[in-house]
């Protein structure tokens, strides 16, 4: 029987990726808007190329490329990209559809809810708030809980010592085929594909569930828990 649904977070519940994109946007805004003489553009394509040369979540990486194009780093230009993006970020953080409904039913059917992420802990659960979803997540599980990122069946592994479930008993969800997946499956969790997500056109992942839309998630749960 179903007893804990676990999920990743981002480009799971919200598009972390529209988030970033609009945080960067806005944060060049108000950079130009204060005497940044770098085309936005090239701006723009700097920040994400030390992102990919460092990590999505990276602190610094608007301060890196002030430096890297224009040879210093103002502290006008940084502050106001700081502030930009984070503007940008705030306005940009939302649930995907049917994220907050279908939490909410799992919820009322008894369900103990939690979170597998490959972010850090204060990224994940300052987005987690922003969303207006932290209260209702019975465990948190971020890479800075076992020092392993999914495929690794560590943060997996975690979750179910902590919750004291069988892997069984677990459903997870999640949106990147060869990450999500495998790690959950290797300890014999079920798993679904979430096709909403950034990869829709993936092709077939070895998830038990493919769907489209999360609120399939609760006809899955109470299709598994009438075969008990």
């Known amino acids: 029987m179903i007893k804990v649904f676990l999920t990743d977070l981002d480009n799971t519940l919200s598009d972390f990726m529209r988030m970033k994109r609009a945080a960067v946007d806005t944060a060049i805004d108000f950079m130009v808007n204060i005497g940044l003489k770098v085309p936005r553009s090239e701006m723009?394509?700097?920040?994400?190329?030390?992102?990919?040369?460092?990590?999505?979540?990276s602190q610094s990486a608007i301060e890196q490329a002030l430096l890297n194009k224009t040879g210093g780093v103002d502290r006008k230009?940084?502050?106001?990209?700081?502030?930009?993006?984070?503007?940008?970020?705030?306005?940009?953080?939302?649930?995907?559809?049917?994220?907050?409904?279908?939490?909410?039913?799992?919820?009322?059917?008894?369900?103990?809810?939690?979170?597998?992420?490959?972010?850090?802990?204060?990224?994940?659960?300052?987005?987690?708030?922003?969303l207006g979803l932290l209260p209702w997540f019975d465990i948190i599980v971020t890479f800075d809980d076992t020092g392993k990122r999914k495929p690794s069946p560590e943060p997996f592994q975690f979750a179910i010592e902590k919750l004291k479930v069988k892997p069984e008993e677990i459903l997870y969800c999640g949106d990147w085929p060869e990450?999500?997946?495998?790690?959950?499956?290797?300890?014999?969790?079920?798993t679904v594909f979430a096709r909403w997500g950034e990869h829709p056109d993936a092709l077939p992942t070895g998830a038990e569930f493919d769907l489209k839309d999360m609120y399939d998630i609760v006809a899955v749960i109470k299709k598994l828990n009438k075969s008990y």
Do not use: C, W
């Open 77 to 130: 230009l940084l502050a106001a990209g700081i502030v930009g993006y984070q503007r940008g970020r705030d306005m940009s953080t939302y649930t995907y559809p049917h994220v907050e409904i279908t939490l909410k039913e799992l919820l009322r059917m008894g369900l103990k809810l939690g979170v597998i992420s490959d972010a850090p802990t204060e990224p994940a659960y300052n987005r987690l708030v922003r």
């Open 44 to 57: 723009y394509d700097e920040i994400f190329k030390i992102y990919r040369a460092t990590h999505i979540e």
């Open 179 to 190: 990450r999500d997946i495998p790690g959950a499956k290797a300890l014999g969790i079920h």
